[in-house]
């Protein structure tokens, strides 16, 4: 017998080819980090700074190239003033247009006039928006330097002016959170009870000359009834969060805004009295003119009735707003953030821009009560829009907001609620007594 030829083994498979290796990412370019040692940027042979470098700033070429840059953005607001003019008559001109065009299409007449409502209203919505993201980066700027930093540096290049607008994206972006304990509904609500009246408060306020959404007989009845609202929604958000510190928040916001509302009200009735009028631009008009040719008879300097309802609607307005030395509603040290703790996302992003937009708005009345709204400080710089000069007071006292923020310590309750009963309300009714007297001598 012949053995059997044995069988070969079955050729092994060959390895499947290797999977390519996915490409790289590409590498994000990031920009070169300047404030280190290796640039020579980093501050660590002196704690004097900025102090040495102030005794003789113009010696530095970045602080002649920034003085430059900020001649010529004063410059080119100027020549766009002059060149644009009263934005009133432009808004005379788009209204006739809106007219125009209804009348062509055949209809009804009142559809001009809503069409031009909704415009004025998105403009004011987006005047308080823009404030928003301006005003963060403005006080980041300045808390910053106040504080010997440079606050925004990267975004968007020239100081950091995108940051606000990459952080809005980033809170859009972020989860919601809605704790378990809460009362959903009332959760949800509370942002919107809390920003609705400020863009409501702003429809009478004047922007220059005949520049307003609405030119309302009673403006300042209007604008402090729906300004008081927005307390409703704060109490709200702290009741509904099911969080003690949130409540406890919500609860001295109440009696805070209450209480300064008082004050702030009468400091502004000398005001009234002196104007004869609850109209915002009559009030405005009640300042034109110079006492000889030269002092501006703005309401702030009548001689110390217009410093004492000056002061006094000031130091309410910051209260009102719950900003620092008065933010004992969300003080950190105590209650964590108060009545925004359990919030986040775009929501807890709502309660900071109706923050902002009440320190615009009340910045705006500081401007209209007494500055003299949109006039110049001299009479030879008419020239320049009314809106322009409206803009740079309203800046002005917003520039007094922030720098406040970053200066005083934080009042304990007790001392907020003496500071107001025992102080700014006696002094408010004397006043109006000192007004009465003004006008009768």
């Known amino acids: 017998m012949t053995e059997a030829t044995p069988t070969p083994p079955a050729p092994k498979p060959s390895p499947a080819p290797a999977a390519a290796k996915p490409a790289p990412a590409p590498k994000i370019a ?53 060149a644009v003019g009263e934005l009133s008559r432009w808004g005379d001109k788009i209204y ?20 031009w409502i909704l415009l004025k209203a998105l403009i004011v919505l987006h005047v308080i928006l823009i404030n928003g993201l301006w005003a963060i980066w403005w006080e980041r700027k300045i808390s910053a330097h106040i504080q010997s930093r440079v606050g925004p540096t990267y975004s968007g290049g020239f100081h950091g002016w995108a940051q606000t607008i990459f952080d809005g994206i980033k809170l859009l972006l972020k989860e919601d959170i809605t704790p378990d304990a809460a009362d959903k509904w009332v959760h949800a609500l509370a942002p919107g009870i809390v920003v609705a009246p400020v863009v409501v408060a702003f429809a009478p306020v004047s922007f220059g000359t005949q520049l307003s959404a609405a030119n309302i007989d009673i403006g300042v009845l209007y604008v402090f009834a729906f300004a008081g609202i927005s ?29 300064y509302e008082l004050p702030r009200a009468f400091s502004v009735v000398p005001v009234l009295m002196l104007a004869g009028s609850l109209n915002l631009e009559a009030i405005a008009l009640a300042q034109a003119g110079y006492w000889h040719g030269l002092v501006p008879r703005w309401f702030l300097f009548y ?4 410093q004492i309802a000056f002061l006094i609607f000031l130091i309410a307005s ?6 620092t030395p008065f933010d004992i509603p969300e003080a950190e040290s105590e209650l964590v953030s108060g009545f925004h703790t359990e919030y986040s996302g775009m929501k807890w992003s709502i309660f900071f821009l109706a923050e902002y937009g009440y320190v615009l708005l009340a910045s705006f009345l500081l401007a209209t009560f007494f500055l003299g709204g949109g006039a ?5 710089l008419g020239f320049i829009p009314s809106w322009i000069w409206m803009l740079a007071k309203a800046l002005l006292m917003m520039f007094i907001f922030l720098w406040t923020r970053w200066t005083f310590p934080r009042l304990r309750a007790d001392q907020l609620m003496d500071f107001n009963w025992k102080f700014l ?11 009465g007297a003004y006008l009768l001598l």
């Open 30 to 82: 990031m920009p070169t980090p300047v404030l280190n040692h290796s640039a020579g940027k980093l501050l660590t042979t002196t704690r004097y700074w900025p102090t040495e470098l102030w005794a003789n700033p113009w010696a530095s070429p970045n602080y002649r190239r920034g003085a430059l840059m900020l001649a010529a953005i004063i410059g080119g607001v100027l020549l766009t003033g002059a």
């Open 96 to 115: 006739a247009l809106i007219g125009a065009f209804v009348a062509s299409q055949g209809w009804p007449q009142n559809t001009a006039e809503g069409a």
């Open 231 to 259: 307390v409703i929604g704060i109490v709200m958000a702290g009741w509904a969060s099911g969080n003690k510190y949130s409540l406890l928040g919500g609860l001295r916001a109440a009696a805070q805004i209450v209480s």
């Open 303 to 306: 001689p110390v009735v217009g």
């Open 318 to 323: 910051v209260a009102e707003t719950n900003r």
């Open 376 to 380: 110049p400080p001299l009479a030879q």
């Open 425 to 435: 309300l006696p002094w408010s009714f004397a006043n109006i007594a000192l007004a």
